[in-house]
């Protein structure tokens, strides 16, 4: 009987397929290029969270909660500005910008009335807003009441409207504080 041989094939041996040498490379261009990127995804991560966060913040106020939540920490912080105590029942903003207040009521340090609206309804430009002008495509103001006595006591102005409507000319600039009412409509006033 003849021993069957069997070969495998392994280092030693030279009947295997020559074997490319096990040379190590190491690009050097890729550990730079890691780096690189690195550099770069980390702030565009960080740009991009901030430009997410900016566009965030506008779209969640018109989300009620959130319009609640607002509205009563601006009345706290004119309040602690000012010394005036500022009530908004409700405040309600509509896509594009919508204002809507109900139950308004604000008191003067010395406790008295200055204005109280039962509802105002204000749709204003968007783009004006950015130079700090307010313009206006409509306004309206159901059961309005303003008074205004000096601080002597010599002047005592008192404003009611049933229903004021003003049109889409008025504006108010908030860098020069001051308010220009083009055509007004008032019903019920006194």
Do not use: H
Not at 90 to 116: C, H, W, Y
């Amino acid at each position: 009987m003849k021993k069957q041989q069997t070969e495998t094939p392994g280092p030693d041996n030279g009947s295997s397929a020559p074997q490319a040498p096990d040379i190590q490379k190491a690009p050097a261009a890729a550990p730079r290029k890691r780096r690189l990127s690195r550099w770069i995804s980390v702030p565009l991560r960080v740009i991009g969270c901030l430009l997410l966060l900016i566009v965030l913040i506008p779209v969640l106020l018109y989300i009620p909660p959130i319009q609640t939540a607002v509205k009563d920490a601006a009345t706290k912080i004119v309040r602690d500005k000012t010394g005036m105590d500022i009530e908004i029942s409700r405040f309600r903003l509509k896509f594009p910008l919508s204002v809507s207040l109900q139950g308004v009521k604000v008191i003067e340090a010395s406790g008295d009335t200055m204005v109280n609206a039962g509802e105002l309804l204000a749709d204003v430009r968007m783009l004006p807003l950015f130079r700090g002008d307010i313009r206006l495509n409509a306004l309206q103001l159901n059961q309005g009441y303003y008074r205004f006595l000096s601080p002597d006591s010599s002047m005592l102005i008192k404003i009611r409207a049933g229903q004021l409507q003003a049109d889409n000319q008025s504006s108010m600039s908030l860098t020069q504080s001051r308010i220009m009412l083009n055509k007004v409509q008032l019903s019920d006033g006194d």
